[in-house]
């Protein structure tokens, strides 16, 4: 094969010792029941990045290349019908309780396993493999809705993501509906800006950040959470996220710097003022306690006007690169009950909603303050207590 060399396999190769413990890991790890050689031959395809398979993300006219990819894929629909072992052939998983992301992932390859079945000869084959790609996508980025990157600029896989959605955040409806109308607007391919959720710990900002994740994923909105220490490769990760169909979200958690971190100069070329404009399918979305997310020193404020002005200039510069900036208040006293109510049905628990709030009043006070936090933090204990 030419375009998915990388993963070429051969029957030996399909059923050596090496490859039946990957076909089992794989199996285990996604819930696979049934063939399990045709759903590693689907997690292949789809998978493999390539000039044919690239293009057909994009949606591009892939020309010429198309006589290559045929004469690929009608070899891996050989290798798809290979008749397996017994053993492969109507798999079980000993774990059926596969949750979360690799449960999606597992109805994904499942389901394309069984659309690749289907096909009644090589150009169907061939037909299916490409609207997947225009569909999906492929690779890592077509398969998972988040990443995190590590301290060397690569990606890995978030693989454990809570389903959040927005009905868990009590409250804030014009926070919300700030958030969802920029994010849908960036997801249809409009103009929008970058965003700094900030305001008191507790109040929702990273909880938003999820869900806002939950509800645009299908709409192809994929998500990275990088660390201020990590902002030397923004470059190089917006040069190669550019040259993908999607639409990503740049994620900084928790974002401050204190006054002697520089690391805050690389994320204002990322946004803008660099020779080379950020990628418009990237944005950056943060959530801080701080409004300006430079810490300010009063030494900055002693001198002459003209330095004082420069320093509280450049401080500030960073936070006016969001053009979204949407401030998360700590709630009043009886805004904290409501959330705790809100929860406490969500949850079922049982107790009377006067006995509840004196509960609710006791904890506030005990555990830092009335907050969202507080109040998750309150319907968890009593919810171990029922349990």
Same mark, same amino acid.
């Given at each position: 094969?030419?375009?998915?060399?990388?993963?070429?396999?051969?029957?030996?190769?399909?059923?050596?010792?090496?490859?039946?413990?990957?076909?089992?890991?794989?199996?285990?790890?996604?819930?696979?029941?049934?063939?399990?050689?045709?759903? *590693?031959?689907?997690?292949?395809?789809?998978?493999?990045?390539?000039?044919?398979? $690239?293009?057909?993300?994009?949606?591009?006219?892939?020309?010429?290349?198309?006589? $290559?990819?045929?004469?690929?894929?009608?070899?891996?629909?050989?290798?798809?019908?290979?008749?397996?072992?017994?053993?492969?052939?109507?798999?079980?998983?000993?774990?059926?309780? !596969?949750?979360?992301? /690799?449960?999606? !992932?597992?109805?994904?390859?499942?389901?394309?396993?069984?659309?690749?079945?289907?096909?009644?000869?090589?150009?169907?084959?061939?037909?299916?493999?490409?609207?997947?790609?225009?569909?999906?996508?492929?690779?890592?980025?077509?398969?998972?809705?988040?990443?995190?990157?590590?301290?060397?600029?690569?990606?890995?896989?978030? #693989?454990?993501?809570?389903?959040?959605?927005?009905? /868990?955040?009590?409250?804030?409806?014009?926070?919300?509906? *700030?958030?969802?109308?920029?994010?849908?607007?960036?997801?249809?391919?409009?103009?929008?800006? %970058?965003?700094?959720?900030? =305001?008191?710990?507790?109040?929702?900002?990273? +909880?938003?950040?999820?869900?806002?994740?939950?509800?645009?994923?299908?709409?192809? !909105?994929?998500?990275?959470?990088?660390?201020?220490?990590?902002?030397?490769?923004?470059?190089?990760?917006?040069?190669?996220?550019?040259?993908?169909?999607?639409?990503?979200?740049?994620?900084?958690?928790?974002?401050?710097?204190?006054?002697?971190?520089?690391?805050?100069?690389?994320?204002? @070329?990322?946004?803008?003022?660099?020779?080379?404009?950020?990628? /418009?399918?990237?944005?950056?979305?943060? +959530? #801080? %306690?701080?409004?300006?997310?430079?810490?300010?020193?009063? =030494?900055?404020?002693?001198?002459?006007?003209?330095?004082?002005?420069? #320093?509280?200039?450049?401080?500030?510069?960073?936070?006016?690169?969001?053009?979204?900036?949407?401030?998360?208040?700590?709630?009043?006293?009886?805004?904290?009950?409501?959330?705790?109510?809100?929860?406490?049905?969500?949850?079922?628990?049982? !107790?009377?909603?006067?006995?509840?709030?004196?509960? @609710?009043? *006791?904890?506030?006070?005990?555990?830092? =303050?009335?907050?969202?936090?507080?109040?998750?933090?309150?319907?968890?204990?009593? *919810?171990?207590?029922?349990?």
């Amino acid at each position: 094969m030419i375009l998915y060399g990388k993963n070429e396999f051969s029957k030996q190769q399909l059923f050596s010792d090496e490859n039946t413990y990957n076909l089992l890991s794989f199996a285990e790890k996604y819930g696979i029941r049934g063939n399990l050689v045709k759903a *590693k031959i689907a997690w292949i395809i789809m998978n493999d990045e390539n000039p044919f398979s $690239l293009s057909a993300e994009r949606n591009k006219n892939t020309g010429s290349i198309d006589a $290559l990819a045929r004469g690929d894929i009608a070899e891996l629909r050989k290798l798809f019908f290979t008749q397996p072992d017994k053993a492969f052939e109507n798999y079980l998983p000993l774990n059926e309780n !596969i949750s979360g992301e /690799e449960a999606r !992932i597992g109805r994904l390859i499942t389901n394309f396993t069984e659309r690749l079945d289907q096909a009644l000869n090589d150009e169907e084959f061939f037909v299916v493999v490409k609207d997947f790609y225009t569909r999906q996508g492929v690779g890592a980025f077509g398969i998972n809705k988040a990443f995190y990157m590590q301290d060397d600029g690569t990606l890995m896989p978030v #693989s454990h993501i809570k389903d959040t959605g927005f009905e /868990e955040l009590c409250g804030y409806e014009s926070q919300k509906q *700030k958030l969802i109308a920029n994010t849908k607007a960036f997801a249809e391919g409009k103009e929008a800006n %970058n965003v700094l959720l900030y =305001g008191d710990s507790g109040t929702g900002k990273s +909880t938003s950040i999820k869900a806002v994740l939950n509800m645009f994923f299908d709409k192809g !909105i994929r998500m990275i959470q990088i660390q201020k220490h990590q902002f030397v490769h923004l470059n190089t990760l917006t040069e190669k996220l550019k040259k993908r169909n999607y639409r990503f979200v740049l994620y900084m958690d928790d974002l401050s710097f204190e006054d002697f971190e520089v690391e805050y100069k690389y994320l204002k @070329a990322a946004i803008e003022g660099g020779l080379e404009e950020k990628p /418009e399918n990237v944005l950056i979305y943060a +959530t #801080s %306690n701080r409004r300006h997310l430079i810490k300010e020193t009063f =030494g900055e404020r002693e001198g002459d006007d003209i330095h004082r002005n420069e #320093s509280v200039q450049e401080k500030i510069s960073l936070s006016d690169r969001f053009g979204l900036q949407i401030y998360y208040p700590k709630p009043e006293q009886q805004q904290y009950f409501d959330i705790v109510l809100h929860l406490a049905s969500q949850e079922g628990i049982n !107790i009377k909603e006067d006995e509840l709030i004196a509960k @609710a009043r *006791k904890w506030g006070m005990s555990h830092g =303050g009335f907050s969202g936090r507080t109040a998750k933090q309150l319907i968890l204990n009593l *919810k171990t207590k029922e349990e």
